[in-house]
C-alpha cells in the first residue's frame, strides 16, 4: 500500500513527492527510484522535510509512528483500520487533539465510485447486507478478519445507518489458519432501527464485494469490484405489483406462471463514474491537511469503526473459533 500512495502523491497536481521511509531499505530505494524521490533513513529525518505523510505499515505501529508527526501537527493519513485496538486508537485520536493535527483514515470503500453513486439516491436504510470475500492473500495474517477486511463494511455501515449506537451484536466466527478468525458473520440492530448483516471471509474460493441496502422507498445492490449497481424504486413498481395481485384475485390470471416478476419491476443501472478511489482519496487528504475541507473519514469515525469491530470479535463464542 505504500507504493500505491507513493504512486498517487507522484500524480497529484499541487503536491510533491518529498521522500519515503521504509523499515526495508530496498524497497525504499525501489519505489524511490520509480517515482523520483528521497530515502529517508529514519522517521526523525522525515520531521523537518514533511507536511504531511501517510502511514502505511502492519496495523500495531500505527500510533507509535503517528505521534511524532501529529505532536508537530503534520497531517496524517493512516491506513485503515486506525488501530489494532481501542487503545491504540484513543492514543492517536488524543495526539491529534493535543495538537489540532489532521488525520484522515485510510476506508477506501468511500471512495469507490459505486458507493459514490449510491449516495447521490438519499437512501434512508432500514436492512444492510455486506459480502466480502476472497481467497487468502497473506498479507494481513496478523490480525482477523474482522479487522482486516470487514472494517471495510463496517465503516460503510456506520455511515450508511446514520448513527454509531449499536444496541445489539450477535456473530460468529471460524479460525483455520491460526488463533484468529479467518471467516466471520456478524448482525448488528442500531439504535435507529436499522440492521446490518455482514458476512467476510478470506478463505473463500471466489472474490464477491456485494452491497445491498432495503428502505422503505428503494432497494440498491452494489457491486464493488464490477462498479456497477442498480436501484429498483417503490414508486415506480408498486402500482404494476399491486395491479398483477389485483388480476390474479379476480380471476383474470388463472395461471401464475404466466406473470413474471422481472417483467413488473422496473430497475435502473446507477450512473457511476469512473475514478481510481485511492487517488481520490489522496486528493481528498491533500485538500484536508490544506484546511480547505474537512477529512473525508475523520479520526473519530476511524475509531467508532475499530471500537465496533471489537465489539464483533468479543462476542465471537469462543468454542466457535476452536
Known amino acids: 500500500m505504500g507504493r500505491l500512495h507513493a504512486k498517487a502523491y507522484s500524480q497529484v497536481a499541487g503536491a510533491k513527492l518529498t521522500g519515503v521511509y521504509d523499515l526495508n531499505s530496498e524497497t525504499a530505494r525501489a519505489v524511490a527510484d520509480e517515482f523520483g524521490c528521497e530515502v529517508f533513513d529514519s ?49 492517536i485520536l488524543d495526539a491529534a487533539k ?47 478478519v474482522v479487522l482486516d477486511m470487514m472494517i471495510h463494511d463496517i465503516d460503510i455501515v456506520l455511515q450508511l445507518a446514520g448513527t ?25 440492530t442500531f ?30 445492490s452494489l457491486d464493488y469490484q464490477k462498479r456497477y449497481g442498480i436501484v429498483a ?10 395491479d398483477a395481485v389485483a388480476r390474479i384475485r379476480s380471476g383474470e390470471v388463472t395461471d401464475i406462471s404466466e406473470l413474471n416478476f422481472m417483467d413488473l419491476v422496473h430497475i435502473e443501472e446507477l450512473a457511476i463514474d469512473e475514478g481510481d478511489p485511492l487517488r481520490a482519496e489522496v486528493e481528498s ?29 468479543e462476542s465471537i463464542a469462543p468454542q466457535s473459533l476452536e
Open 43 to 91: 522517521v526523525d529525518s522525515m520531521l523537518e522535510r514533511v507536511r504531511a505523510v501517510t502511514i502505511a505499515v502492519p496495523t500495531k505501529y500505527h500510533p507509535d509512528l503517528a505521534e511524532p508527526f501529529l505532536r508537530r501537527g503534520i497531517p496524517c493519513l493512516i491506513e485503515k483500520p486506525l488501530s489494532r485496538d481501542v487503545a491504540d486508537g484513543r492514543r
Open 98 to 144: 493535543q495538537s489540532g493535527a489532521v488525520v484522515q483514515v485510510g476506508h477506501i470503500e468511500r471512495f469507490n465510485p459505486a458507493f459514490i453513486a449510491m449516495q447521490r439516491l438519499g437512501i434512508q436504510p432500514r436492512f444492510i447486507e455486506v459480502t466480502r470475500i476472497s481467497p487468502l492473500t497473506f498479507r494481513s495474517i496478523d490480525v482477523g
Open 164 to 188: 454509531d449506537k449499536v444496541t445489539k451484536v450477535d456473530a460468529i466466527g471460524v479460525s483455520v489458519i491460526g488463533d484468529v478468525e479467518d471467516i466471520c458473520n456478524a448482525r448488528l
Open 191 to 220: 439504535e435507529n432501527g436499522c440492521v446490518a448483516n455482514v458476512t467476510a471471509s478470506r478463505l473463500a474460493l471466489k472474490t464477491e464485494r456485494r452491497l445491498r441496502v432495503f428502505s422503505r422507498d428503494a432497494y440498491v
Open 233 to 242: 424504486r417503490r414508486s415506480g413498481n408498486l402500482g404494476a405489483i399491486r
Open 285 to 313: 487528504f491533500i485538500e484536508a491537511a490544506a484546511g480547505r475541507c474537512a477529512p473525508a473519514v475523520t479520526a473519530a469515525q476511524g475509531l467508532a469503526a475499530v471500537e465496533l469491530a471489537t465489539r464483533i470479535v
